[in-house]
């Protein structure tokens, strides 16, 4: 995977990407203890195309960041490996995720108050930290 996020062509980052959207989207189906964990990786995978491409769309953006605010949903949680790629769309979109600011918000203070959870805390801080960067 580190090879297919570090290649330049834009035509075949493209491709990944939609190949990762599709694989995000198809994980609800999956049952078991792997479930988690293909999620999480793809998940890190979005995290990691969304910022190393040039050429992605307000669209493409706004796709996934739906795919992943519904995954909070439907696990009725929130998730550092989620919360990774919201900073990532948010740095990419920057003035253009301002819209989304009141629905994100929740989920990220809702992680802000698993104080519990280090690693969730520190997620939703850093996420919080990432959009105050990319919209002022």
Not at 8 to 37: D, R, T
Not at 112 to 126: A, E, W
């Amino acid at each position: 995977m580190n090879i297919l996020h570090n290649i330049e062509n834009e035509v075949f980052q493209k491709k990944y990407l939609a190949i990762l959207i599709e694989l995000f989207k198809n994980s609800h189906s999956i049952q078991g203890a792997q479930k988690q964990n293909v999620k999480s990786g793809v998940q890190a995978c979005l995290h990691q195309s969304i910022t190393k491409q040039t050429n992605i769309t307000m669209e493409e953006c706004k796709a996934i960041y739906n795919l992943i605010i519904n995954d909070f949903q439907v696990v009725k949680d929130v998730h550092s490996d989620g919360l990774y790629v919201i900073s990532a769309l948010a740095t990419v979109m920057e003035e253009n995720f301002i819209p989304l600011l009141p629905d994100s918000y929740s989920y990220i203070k809702h992680g802000l108050t698993k104080v519990n959870d280090i690693d969730l805390f520190k997620s939703s801080l850093g996420t919080l930290g990432d959009i105050c960067r990319s919209c002022a």
